[in-house]
């Protein structure tokens, strides 16, 4: 008798389903096994039904298989993890090249070179954007100049200051060279009596004859 091709869908009758699960979980108990035995490998199962019953098998320690599962898979997880950051390193570095060479070809239109492969609406919207550069950097370089000037004046006003300064300093120094001057002619005008006195006591003699002998 030929059976019908079972259709991979929930069983809705409870006797049958459960009939079915005893029999398939007792094969796939019967293939772990088997592939265990046969093929020398470290088989771990672990089955719960449908009221949340445990089945399992293990060709060794089921805690070590799961260990070893474990760090295999957290293996596999940085693996791909670090591959993964990889491509997408090297896709960040595509895109930040392609669009620096967009911004360089940018910079050479609004310099005035490739402009052959420009429309005409490029052309009108780097105009437009060139005239807006000039008018930002005219009143920049206007408000620099007036800044420049605002110190020149400043400095023209500190110098004038110290110049009065000075000219007032000489003037008072002429002042006070032109008040001591009178004095001072006046003490060189009129000698002081003792000088006098010394001049009146200064003795005169004549003498006649060699040198070392008396008075004539």
């Known amino acids: 008798m030929v059976r019908g091709k079972t259709q991979m869908k929930r069983i809705e009758n409870p006797t049958s389903r459960q009939v079915t699960f005893s029999k398939r979980r007792g094969g796939l108990l019967k293939k772990?096994?088997?592939?265990?035995?046969?093929?020398?490998?470290?088989?771990?199962?672990i089955v719960f039904s449908s009221r949340g019953r445990l089945?399992?098998?293990?060709?060794?320690?089921?805690?070590?298989?799961?260990?070893?599962?474990k760090t295999s898979t957290k293996?596999?997880?940085?693996?791909?993890?670090?591959?993964?950051?990889?491509?997408?390193?090297?896709?960040?570095?595509?895109?930040?090249?392609?669009?620096?060479?967009?911004?360089?070809?940018?910079?050479?239109?609004?310099?005035?070179?490739?402009?052959?492969e420009c429309a005409i609406e490029e052309l009108q919207s780097l105009e437009v954007k060139i005239e807006k550069s000039l008018v930002s950097i005219r009143a920049r370089k206007a408000r620099l100049f007036e800044e420049q000037l605002a110190k020149l004046r400043q400095k023209e006003v500190t110098l004038r200051k110290e110049n009065e300064?000075?000219?007032g300093q000489r003037k008072n120094e002429h002042q006070m060279t032109a008040a001591l001057a009178p004095v001072t002619a006046a003490g060189q005008s009129h000698p002081q009596p003792e000088q006098e006195k010394d001049e009146m006591e200064v003795e005169t003699e004549l003498f006649i004859g060699l040198p070392g002998r008396g008075r004539s």
Do not use: H, P
């Not at 772990?32 to 771990?44: G, I, T, Y």
């Not at 990889?86 to 070809?105: F, N, P, R, V």
């Open 55 to 69: 089945y399992e098998f293990a060709s060794a320690s089921m805690q070590k298989t799961i260990e070893r599962y």
């Open 165 to 167: 300064d000075l000219w």
């Open 75 to 116: 293996d596999n997880i940085r693996s791909q993890t670090v591959q993964q950051d990889i491509e997408k390193i090297k896709a960040d570095a595509e895109g930040l090249s392609k669009k620096l060479e967009a911004l360089d070809a940018y910079k050479r239109k609004l310099l005035g070179y490739n402009l052959e």
């Open 32 to 45: 772990a096994f088997e592939l265990s035995v046969l093929c020398d490998a470290e088989v771990a199962l």
